[in-house]
């Protein structure tokens, strides 16, 4: 699966711009993958809000915030009827695996483990109900208050069109395999609108210690219109607000940064290695496939009567992070959420629920940011080198631990510096992924 040497003559057939037929083709191909998976974003995007509104909002009273560079940006309330949210989990799950298990089955868990598969093993072949099924079954149990995100939804969603669209122009099967994996990078590169982040995710995550350098231009292109297409309606506003002040320029400060990639690099093995644990436990019992989800659902929700914050994506609960709210977002909250998140996402997805694991890496990420941060902030004799505000360790936090967990660290900063607006913390990134990656090197978030 692995290839440890770049393909020379791949790099230099995508740079022979004098070979107009390559251009030509994959010029085409991209911007119909883009198109279709720009609006398949809008679509997914839709859908999740929809469902929360109904499951969570209608059902349990419970409207979670969102981030600040979100549609609709709220502050969160409720919930109100605590009892009804293990019924709701528990009936979403119960809902996506029905769907998911009788007419998808290659559709069940975060998706972009589908999508490398299809790559690998089936010529990047991806049938034509996966990315309807995937967009239905994720919306609902993201909707539900399944702790999952849509990143590895859309990666699958954004293959399966890919792969489409390569069988309408009659492609054969390497080209196939191009086409899903620029699908991949225009689903994820509209709905983060991280167009230059979510392509080179796209030729990365499909192998540990390589590139898919056939797919790097014709990713660009499909990632740009995929991201054009979302953000001319969802607005051009990165995911989440910062301030404009937010900025590196004080050395000492990676004595801080040091600190927290060993936080993220313990916590990122304990979110990987607990991940698949969870999985291959659920894998065993023999109980029908389609009431697994239904009981992970169930223990979602009873962690979330205690913690409502583990439902969702949680990007709201990181705005608040980044923001410092302790108010909204206690300390000691913080450091429960962290365990509680890595159980519920294994809960959720793990048990065969639908979803993606991105959004919940970020999440885990921010939480350890924060708290390094609370830590240092209450010896200011002996740190005084830390920030001023945990901005700027929440965002760091991020990319760290998912970007050394998923091993692809470039794409990961990249990705998370466009969702924040800015790339002036990339320089104590660095440091952070560095430390995170070799210290999680025998665990992995995507296999």
Known sequence: MCRFKFNRTAIREQFNFANAGYLRKWLTISILVGVVSGFASILFYLAIQYCT???????????????????????????????????????????????????????????????????????????????????????????????????????????????????????????????????????????????????????????????????????????????????????????????????????????????????????????????????????????????????????????????????????????YAIDGNYAALPILVMVALIFAKIAATGFSIGSGGSGGVFAPGLFIGSMVGGLVWYALHLYPSITPFIPSTPAAFVIVGMMGLFGGIAKAPLPIMIMVSEMTGSYFLLAPCMVTVFITYFMTRGSYIYI
């Open 53 to 319: 509104k109904y499951f969570l909002g209608w059902g349990a009273g419970y409207f979670p915030p969102a981030s600040g560079g979100e549609v609709a940006q709220v502050v969160a309330s409720g919930p109100l009827r605590i009892w009804a949210i293990p019924i709701i989990t528990t009936l979403g799950g119960l809902v996506s695996g029905l769907i998911v298990y009788k007419w998808a089955p290659e559709a069940e868990g975060h998706g972009t483990d589908a999508a490398i598969n299809a790559f690998h093993n089936k010529n990047g072949f991806i049938r034509r109900r996966v990315p309807v099924i995937k967009i239905i079954a994720s919306a609902i149990t993201i909707g539900s208050g399944g702790s999952a995100g849509r990143e590895g939804p859309v990666a699958l969603v954004g293959a399966g069109f890919g792969s489409a669209i390569a069988d309408i122009f009659k492609l054969d099967d390497r080209d196939r395999r191009i086409a899903l994996a620029i699908g991949i990078g225009a689903g994820i590169g509209s709905i983060f609108k991280s167009p230059l982040g979510g392509a080179l995710l796209s030729i990365a995550i499909l192998y540990r210690r390589d590139f898919e350098v056939y797919a790097l231009l014709p990713s660009f292109i499909a990632s740009i219109v995929g991201y054009t297409i979302f953000a001319s309606w969802a607005g051009w506003t990165p995911i989440f607000v910062i301030e404009p002040t937010l900025v590196y320029q004080r050395p000492q400060e990676l004595l801080g940064y040091i600190v927290l990639g060993v936080a993220c690099g313990v916590f990122g093995t304990l979110y990987g290695r607990s991940f698949y644990w969870i999985r291959d436990l659920f894998r065993k019992l023999r109980i029908p496939v389609y009431l697994k989800p239904a009981l992970g659902g169930l223990l979602v929700g009873g962690i979330a009567i205690f913690l409502p914050q583990v439902m969702g994506s949680g990007y709201g609960w990181m705005q």
